[in-house]
């Protein structure tokens, strides 16, 4: 077709759609918006890593650059039509004018088509230079949480703002993703209630995401809210989220219910029956206040919160070796027992060097052996940010880019490590370690950026912070920095933690993902949690203590008409299991006996042991205990998350329990609790309740002590009788669960 002729249809065209100017749609903030809208840029679409039918756009939107590239620079030149627009492929494939396997995005004559057909209609121009930049996204209604009654309403209204002040009307391009189906969002953004629940909403445009919280709350006419006593601002903030979902929390856990679970929750054991008669019997009214500060000066509180932290910070045999695993376990005990503040926990870690031997917090550096890896474990481990996606890609579900990714692991790009010495017994396995090694900082050494392989100047996560000065320690400033009252992230993340070690579900879910679009269940609680914290210098056991003299924590596990469906307010406690080092513990409480594992002095519990099970070293067959606490969710601790220990209950654990090794050894020992409570001579009655006190800190039943006492007088084997009623208890949910 000659030019000319081309040139007089297009003139036509335009004049058919009205005056266009190139200004009047912007690539950046138009064409980009519909693409996303559309889903076009999704991972399963264009967006995809290979593309999809020969066409490939950045992922969500990340390189409008190279978006506009594949777009005008088709060499079949059907892409965008200049000259018929109307043919454009990237018209009429979406609007289903051609087969597309994608089906229809939009309709024709749409917005979105409007704004295509003016782009491809004004010869498909690049933004201005100095057009403004959009920088920040609006969304209405801003309210901490939107409350709905099913089926009720509410027209959300998203605006953009741009550098030089503009604000624009972004509702019907914006991008709405609820995280389930208890609320439907229209395409111009009408959120519809549909069932009673609570859920997420992403609003997205372009590269800015907000998050809304709404919840769908069920009408209950006549409602009125009913709570135990407040015993401190935990309780405050929590009842006020329940008192506006019209959820009742349930009443608060007995006395026998509270001991145990303070007992396992603060020290990882259960209460000696003589414990539980003294708790039990005690008619005074702070007698829980003063259970709790008890917990929290025995010895056993340290060995507790050592495991935690062990399994965090990656303390396993197979790259630390045995003797790093042991230093690396009492330095962190240490610091736990020595009430050491959280913030110079952090710090010393972060800043270690030398012999991991000698100075065991440099084993933080020998268990990430790399920048990249250093990097991700510590804004997990420290702050409660995943890094993770962006190590490829501009996060899709954060603020963070692959930028942000690799300017925060130039601070870990200069440490270096030096092996001294190697005894590995697989000289194939590169990931083995045994042997002393010096962890150091060299003057020089940099990230680079895989896109551009340019060096990459350190940088704080979320600030626009210069470069440390050649002459400055990276790890020191890096130190001050994440452990600053200041910082936004460190206290909250650590207070996160510690909530969900004593609740069982972070205020943040998973507790180590922190971000706009997964926002805490209850945001004033945690702040408090955070400023708490904070306020006491860091103080771990104050953050316990306040914690656990909550209402909120000691309610009962029992669900009333209004909480019966809710996981997530805390208006009850969640059953949990019992964790494999408490299980087993347990069990070896309560028949008398000690567990034995391989190269550990006998006698040693399992909340006790330092690193993971002895057969990962190789160099021990594992015993039936170490099986045990492998089969019911120990970690090997290969990753720096609290994910990766499991407490989930399978088959083979209830095997385990019937009629597995570690079960009969206990029961069957000879010289357990049963056959010592056969040689006192006691009578059946007081045999029963020693072993329900024992096993469930509490005192049996009129109907469960007469059954039992029954069957154990009865029987011409004492001491078989004995073994089925202890099995029995050993194998009730009562005693495998914390309630």
């Not at 111009?188 to 907000?210: F, I, K, M, N, P």
Request: aromatic share 8%; with cysteine; net charge neutral.
């Amino acid at each position: 077709m000659p030019r000319i002729f081309g040139s007089v249809l297009l003139v036509l065209l335009l004049a058919t759609l009205g005056p266009v100017d190139a200004a009047e749609v912007s690539f950046q903030s138009d064409v980009m918006a519909v693409l996303s809208k559309a889903g076009c840029n999704q991972g399963v679409c264009h967006g995809n890593q290979n593309g999809k039918g020969g066409f490939k756009l950045s992922l969500r939107g990340q390189d409008p650059q190279f978006d506009f590239l594949a777009l005008t620079h088709d060499q079949s030149g059907r892409r965008v039509d200049l000259l018929r627009p109307e043919h454009s492929l990237l018209l009429e494939k979406p609007t289903a004018a051609v087969a597309h396997q994608g089906g229809r995005r939009f309709a024709a004559h749409s917005l979105e088509h409007e704004i295509l057909m003016r782009w491809v209609a004004a010869g498909c121009p690049a933004d201005r230079t100095d057009a403004a930049a959009f920088v920040r996204l609006e969304v209405k209604p801003a309210d901490e949480q939107i409350l709905l009654d099913p089926g009720g309403t509410a027209q959300l209204a998203a605006t953009a703002v741009f550098a030089d002040g503009a604000r624009r009307d972004v509702t019907r391009l914006a991008v709405y993703e609820p995280t389930n189906s208890c609320v439907e969002v229209s395409h111009d953004g009408l959120a519809t209630a549909r069932s009673v629940g609570e859920t997420t909403l992403l609003v997205r445009y372009l590269h800015q995401q907000l998050a809304l919280r709404i919840a769908v709350v069920s009408p209950r006419p006549g409602f009125a809210f009913a709570a135990p006593a407040e015993s401190n601002y935990v309780d405050r903030h929590v009842f006020a989220k329940l008192r506006s979902l019209r959820i009742n929390p349930s009443a608060l856990a007995g006395d026998a219910v509270f001991l145990r679970r303070a007992y396992l929750d603060a020290i990882g054991l259960l209460p000696t029956a003589d414990e539980a008669r003294r708790f039990l019997s005690d008619p005074t009214a702070d007698k829980r206040r003063r259970l709790i500060d008890e917990l929290l000066e025995r010895p056993e509180f340290a060995d507790w919160w050592a495991l935690k932290w062990s399994d965090l910070l990656r303390n396993e045999e197979k790259v630390l070796d045995a003797k790093g695993v042991q230093n690396f376990h009492h330095w962190i005990r240490q610091s736990v027992a020595a009430g050491k503040p959280l913030d110079r926990f952090a710090r010393e870690l972060i800043v270690a060097r030398g012999s991991t031997y000698t100075n065991p917090p440099a084993n933080f550096y020998r268990a990430n052996r790399d920048p990249v890896t250093r990097a991700e474990a510590a804004a997990q481990v420290f702050l409660g940010v995943r890094l993770q996606c962006a190590k490829c890609h501009n996060h899709p579900f954060d603020r963070w880019t692959q930028g942000d990714y690799y300017r925060w692991a130039g601070f870990f790009a200069r440490v270096q490590y030096k092996i001294v010495e190697n005894r590995r017994r697989d000289e194939n396995d590169k990931h083995e370690f045994d042997g002393e090694q010096i962890v150091w900082m060299a003057s020089a050494g940099e990230v680079r950026d895989p896109r551009s392989d340019a060096p990459m100047e350190p940088c704080f996560l979320g600030e626009p912070t210069p470069p440390p000065a050649a002459d400055e320690d990276r790890l020191e400033e890096l130190a001050g920095w994440i452990t600053s009252p200041d910082n936004p992230f460190f206290a909250r993340a650590q207070a996160n933690r510690v909530w969900y070690h004593l609740l069982g579900r972070g205020v943040v879910e998973p507790i180590d993902d922190f971000r706009a679009t997964n926002p805490p269940a209850i945001p004033a609680l945690l702040d408090k949690l955070a400023k708490d914290l904070v306020a006491h210098g860091f103080d771990l056991r104050q953050l316990v203590r306040t914690i656990m003299n909550s209402s909120t924590y000691q309610l009962a596990a029992e669900p009333n008409d209004t909480n019966r469906d809710d996981e997530a307010n805390f208006s009850h406690a969640l059953v949990r299991r019992l964790s494999a080092e408490q299980l087993l513990d347990a069990l070896s409480q309560v028949t008398g006996t000690a567990p034995e594992f391989k190269g550990y002095p006998s006698g040693m519990r399992a909340t006790q042991l330092p690193g993971v099970q002895p057969s990962r070293s190789r160099r021990r067959r594992a015993s039936a205990d170490d099986q045990f606490l492998l089969l019911f969710g120990k970690p090997p601790r290969l990753l720096t998350c609290e994910c990766e220990r499991s407490t989930e209950s399978t088959l083979s654990q209830a095997f385990q329990l019937v009629s597995g090794p570690t079960i009969n050894e206990l029961l069957s020992e000879r010289h357990n609790r049963l056959e010592a409570l056969l040689a006192a001579g006691k009578p059946g009655r007081e045999i029963v309740e020693e072993l329900f006190l024992s096993a469930l800190a509490r005192h049996p039943t009129a109907e469960e002590a007469q059954m039992t006492a029954d069957y154990l007088d009865g029987a011409t084997d004492r001491r078989a009788a004995l073994e089925d009623i202890l099995w029995g208890l050993l194998n009730s949910k009562e005693f495998l669960l914390r309630r």
